[in-house]
């Protein structure tokens, strides 16, 4: 049996990177992103911890806590965001992940859009952004933030396994696990349902006690729930 089609130099060939595009963001698979810094004190908004090379030279700064605001740092300090944002500049190739989930890129052009604090990867700084608090109903289910970006420019986003979008129409509402729920249109104002019985209580539930309710028009985008409990085995 024969095994030259796995060499190493055929591992390198199939895994090697892609020919840039001269785009700013570029996906070099499904679960790795490509920066393409250019220098000239450009620079590029990533999550703390997502890089994984680059080539060039490129430094990292953690973001100043009075970078973009007083109010920034009030609601940093509310919500525990502090700290989870990274400022690259330079020139060079930057390649950046969120261990193993997928990234999906998105060029807004004068547009908003909220995304769950934990899935959004990187941004330019074109893109204006803010931390939006979320209800109890939702703090309770998954205990995240949600950030509100608007503009123009490249995002990142990074979900786990394949991401869903569902249409939203008016009169025709759509219900998400708040944990699920990855991001909506910035129109869109998500209202919390709670279904909570007895049976919820004494731990014999759905597990969907807690619902967000788009209405409106635009979408909402949703990932499998990865949240795992494990189970207690006695005896």
């Known amino acids: 049996m024969t095994t030259s089609h796995y060499s190493f130099a055929d591992f390198v060939n199939e895994t090697t990177e892609k020919k840039s595009s001269g785009e700013f963001f570029e996906i070099e698979s499904d679960r790795i992103m490509r920066i393409n810094l250019g220098g000239q004190n450009q620079l590029a908004w990533m999550k703390k911890g997502a890089m994984i090379a680059y080539t060039g030279n490129i430094k990292f700064a953690l973001e100043d806590l009075f970078e973009h605001g007083v109010k920034t740092v009030m609601k940093r300090f509310v919500t525990s965001e502090s700290g989870k944002l990274v400022k690259a500049t330079g020139q ?61 420019g490249m995002i990142a986003v990074a979900t786990a396994y394949d991401p869903l979008a569902l249409r939203v129409k008016p009169g025709a509402p ?29 731990g014999r539930g759905s597990g969907e006690s807690i619902q967000m309710q788009f209405e409106g028009d635009g979408f909402v985008i949703v990932q499998p729930d990865c949240i795992y409990t494990p189970h207690v085995v006695t005896g």
């Open 92 to 152: 060079g190739q930057l390649y950046i992940a969120d261990g193993g989930n997928k990234v999906k890129l998105v060029k807004m052009q004068n547009d908003t859009i909220v995304v769950n604090g934990s899935n959004l990867l990187a941004f330019e700084p074109s893109v204006k952004w803010d931390i939006r608090f979320q209800k109890l109903a939702a703090m309770m289910a998954n205990g995240l933030t949600n950030i509100r970006l608007e503009g123009s």
């Open 174 to 202: 759509v219900m998400t696990d708040p944990s699920a729920t990855v991001a909506w249109s910035g129109n869109l104002e998500p209202k919390f349902k709670t279904d909570i019985s007895l049976k919820t209580i004494i």
